[in-house]
């Protein structure tokens, strides 16, 4: 596992595929987002595209995973979190995290949150960011460890995300 500089080329890579994915789920989809840390500017980032696709109809996805499929994704149902639909592309060296969410489904605005909290507090990406380069050359083959490493300033920074999103909406 290897965590890199922020790349621009990794929103081009978002705008390509989401246009592919629009056309495989046209019928459904409300909205498409590019989200995680290969979102945010000038983050470290492990070299994956995370995409959050929000859906009318979340149960009617399961009919799109052969075209998925087609499209190099790997289907892993809702892979722990009720109500989403999750898929993988590129085998072990993954390119691509596809999140799919039935419209109104709370964890959209959790990922989204966490990603508009970090584009706007440098400091805070800085932090999240270092941790993340720090930990990749500590676990360099183990993402558990890596994964386990960053939970809890993940934790801490959703808490104040959320925080700052419900003051920006009152």
């Not at 246009?19 to 495989?24: N, P, V």
């Not at 945010?40 to 009919?63: C, H, N, Y």
């Amino acid at each position: 596992m290897i965590v890199l500089s922020y790349d621009t080329q990794w929103a081009l890579l978002f705008e390509e595929e989401a246009e592919q994915l629009k056309g495989i789920l046209a019928k459904e989809i409300v909205a498409i987002h590019h989200f995680g840390s290969t979102s945010v500017p000038k983050l470290d980032s492990k070299p994956v595209i995370d995409i959050l696709a929000i859906v009318k109809e979340i149960d009617l996805i399961d009919a799109y995973n052969d075209e998925l499929q087609a499209m190099g994704y790997e289907s892993k149902g809702e892979n722990g979190i009720p109500g989403r639909r999750y898929f993988q592309k590129g085998g072990d060296d993954r390119t691509h995290h596809l999140h799919i969410y039935g419209d109104g489904s709370p964890e959209i605005e959790r990922h989204l949150v966490f990603r508009d909290y970090l584009r706007t507090h440098p400091a805070v990406m800085k932090e999240y960011g270092g941790l993340k380069r720090n930990l990749s050359r500590q676990f360099p083959f183990d993402i558990d460890s890596y994964i386990l490493g960053k939970e809890k300033l993940a934790a801490k920074i959703q808490k104040q995300a959320l925080a700052w999103y419900r003051t920006r909406r009152e």
